[in-house]
């Protein structure tokens, strides 16, 4: 992991970007998607097939549902053929395992031989980009892409590939076609992703080294450990994620796209509402426009809207992984919407903004331990800990190694606000802060770079996901 972060920082960014900007404007679609494949070959090369048959399924369809459109029988049964073909390449590579485990726990006699099918990065976002096109072509909401090359630049595109955020065809159909690179746009590009390498690696990475150390410390670490352990997880999964997206979206700048925010500090919310408005907003609005909407929204009564809610949150944990966790942590989040639907929410608005915060803290926060345990067993154990089941107080060696981290506890907390933003934006129009902002860039790389060699501690969570 240390040496491909290295590589792709100091070798294969910088060569991309040469080979990019010497490329006639007409060609650098197809510079992009070369080099796209490269990228994705670089872990695993069959599994450039498995994208490719993606590509290939949805451009296709794209240009039968077209060109049939008035045949509104053959276009349809083209469109469910295409769906059905996406979800289920994604359900044999993703969910065969689980699903052959669940028959044989449920059903114990037949006795189904489970296959164990490695998961292909990065399957679960371009297997929803894709079928996002193929959605909105049978609509008649965007034009069919009749150039391959295009529509698998779009795919396949590196810098969100394997992370998101989902890039809707319908955000940047125009920009495949017409985008116009600038050094302004390259330039906010290259800080937005600094910034986001500067999350994952001196946050995320940071406070995964915590948390890692408090679970392990079992009941060792009493009550107070293991708050503190679920907190310092809680910022781990916020600023990897949300530091891949930064990076994402900072790539995208640098060859001229714009892709959509995905985080908008969600750990300052005062409802769960409001929370998952905030946080993966490239998923909400997928499932919102391909699911919820089509499924009938809010306008059919509110039985109808709830019923609504629990398919979308079902399918919200399902899709983050194939376990019997990930579809509690839906349940889960899918209730408390639907109680805050029905009546929590209009209390909370007329409480003091402080008891949302501290509500919808404790919401995600125990939200993430369902999260994070696929082990029923140890979930459990772990939940009677933060309530006091091993004491309250944790050993001394658990205590020095929190009281150590408080430090970067606080600037995670601070971080994970939109204080410094706020800040920044008062200050930005003064030209000292140009020189200001290049030192800054400079150090975050060299620091990052330092953090990356020294430390053989760097995971990425989503690549399950």
């Known amino acids: 992991m240390v040496f491909s972060s290295l590589i792709f920082l100091f070798m294969f960014l910088p060569a991309t970007l040469a080979l990019y900007y010497l490329t006639p404007k007409k060609f650098r679609n197809l510079t992009l998607f070369i080099v796209d494949l490269v990228f994705y070959s670089w872990g695993e090369p069959m599994l450039v097939v498995l994208m490719l048959v993606s590509v290939l399924i949805n451009y296709v369809s794209g240009i039968l549902i077209a060109v049939n459109r008035k045949k509104k029988v053959l276009s349809k049964v083209i469109f469910i053929i295409s769906i059905v073909l996406n979800l289920g390449l994604l359900g044999f590579f993703k969910y065969v395992g689980f699903i052959g485990e669940t028959l044989n726990f449920v059903l114990p006699f037949l006795n189904i031989p489970v296959l164990q099918v490695a998961l292909p990065i990065g399957i679960s976002f371009y297997t929803f980009q894709t079928m996002s096109y193929t959605i909105d072509v049978y609509r008649n909401t965007v034009k069919m892409q009749k150039n391959f090359i295009t529509f698998g630049t779009y795919v396949s595109l590196f810098p969100q590939l394997i992370a998101g955020p989902i890039v809707r065809y319908e955000d940047v159909a125009e920009q495949l076609m017409n985008r116009r690179e600038n050094l302004a746009q390259f330039t906010s590009g290259v800080k937005l992703f600094l910034i986001g390498l500067a999350k994952k690696i001196l946050l995320a990475n940071q406070m995964g080294v915590l948390w890692d150390s408090v679970r392990e410390s079992g009941a060792a670490a009493g009550a107070i450990g293991s708050w503190v352990g679920i907190i310092a997880y809680t910022f781990q999964i916020y600023f990897d994620f949300s530091g891949y997206s930064d990076m994402a979206i900072g790539l995208g700048r640098m060859f001229g796209f714009e892709f959509m925010k995905n985080f908008d500090h969600p750990y300052i919310s005062k409802s769960v509402t409001e929370f998952w408005r905030r946080w993966h907003i490239s998923l909400g609005t997928w499932f919102r426009e391909y699911?919820?909407?089509p499924l009938g929204g809010n306008r059919k009564g509110i039985g109808r809207q709830l019923i609504n809610i629990a398919v979308v949150w079902f399918l919200t944990g399902l899709w983050h992984g194939a376990s019997w966790n990930f579809i509690l942590w839906g349940v889960y989040f899918g209730f408390l919407l639907m109680l805050e639907k029905l009546f929590l929410l209009k209390i909370l608005k007329k409480l003091p903004a402080a008891v949302g915060h501290i509500y919808a803290i404790i919401i995600f926060v125990?939200?993430?331990?369902?999260?994070?345990?696929?082990?029923?067993?140890?979930?459990?154990?772990?939940?009677t800990r933060l309530f006091g089941s091993a004491g309250f107080l944790p050993s001394a060696d658990v205590t020095a190694l929190v009281l150590s981290y408080v430090p970067l506890l606080l600037?995670?907390?601070?971080?994970?606000?939109p204080?410094?933003?706020?800040?920044?934006?008062?200050?930005?129009?003064?030209?000292?802060?140009?020189a200001f902002d290049t030192a800054a860039c400079a150090a975050s790389l060299v620091v990052c770079t330092a953090s990356i060699v020294s430390s053989a501690y760097n995971p990425f969570l989503y690549f399950k996901f």
């Open 291 to 293: 699911v919820y909407i």
């Open 366 to 383: 125990l939200g993430w331990v369902l999260f994070y345990f696929e082990d029923m067993g140890e979930m459990w154990t772990f939940i």
């Open 411 to 417: 600037i995670a907390g601070v971080a994970s606000t």
């Open 419 to 434: 204080l410094a933003v706020f800040l920044y934006g008062k200050i930005k129009s003064r030209k000292v802060l140009v």
